[in-house]
């Protein structure tokens, strides 16, 4: 089999295409090397494989996904959907992707569990920001519902959430003194439910935060 090897500017993979256009295999340039493949000929010039070579091309891919997911998890903690999404990117094969997915869940470099666990815990400790907001990060990272939910109901129960939202209220309350109770009320209100807590949690630290008086204007702006 005879295959060339095409690479862009900018780009750090390398695609190994076969000469009649059938197969193509994505590897980075550590996977080219041990293969042989670089020659030194003008770009594109073409390559003769014997036929045991061909399979290796396959196993050098799923190689080259692997080291490049180890890479990704270097960077930060990733849910299966976004590590799946960024090898995707460059672009590894189906199998590569699947391969590298299920090697990395072997190793306990990828659970969608313990991410939304770690993501409630930074949030209470960090973040300070509602069940709300919290399960639609963990959506937009790609965490499934159901995991995403039992973690929040695990850790972070609605009454921690009351809780958090009154240590973020008195934190944000001496900023707005100075105006009228009613605009404090209004200013105070807003800023927690874009924090992405629930009304209840809201209208409780906000009497917390600004006193009884403050129930004149609970009614949400």
Request: charge should be neutral.
């Amino acid at each position: 089999m005879e295959v060339h090897l095409e690479h862009r500017r900018g780009r750090s993979w390398y695609r190994v295409v076969a000469a009649d256009g059938s197969r193509s295999w994505v590897l980075d340039r550590e996977a080219l090397e041990r293969l042989r493949l670089f020659t030194g000929g003008p770009a594109g010039s073409p390559v003769h494989l014997e036929a045991h070579q061909v399979p290796l091309l396959d196993e050098a891919e799923c190689a080259a996904a692997r080291r490049r997911a180890l890479v990704l998890l270097g960077h930060r903690s990733r849910s299966v959907a976004e590590l799946r999404r960024l090898l995707e990117a460059w672009p590894f094969s189906a199998a590569a992707v699947e391969d590298a997915l299920a090697w990395a869940r072997e190793l306990g470099y990828l659970d969608d569990r313990a991410l939304a666990q770690e993501m409630v815990t930074l949030n209470l400790e960090r973040r300070g920001r509602g069940r709300r907001a919290l399960m639609a990060e963990m959506e937009s990272r790609g965490i499934p519902p159901e995991v995403g939910a039992a973690e929040v109901a695990r850790h972070f129960p609605p009454a921690r959430e009351g809780e958090l939202a009154a240590e973020v209220a008195r934190r944000h309350a001496p900023s707005l003194h100075g105006l009228p109770l009613e605009q404090q009320v209004a200013r105070l209100w807003r800023y927690l439910s874009r924090r992405g807590f629930d009304e209840e949690a809201v209208r409780r630290a906000v009497l917390s935060a600004l006193g009884p008086e403050a129930g004149r204007w609970m009614d949400p702006p």
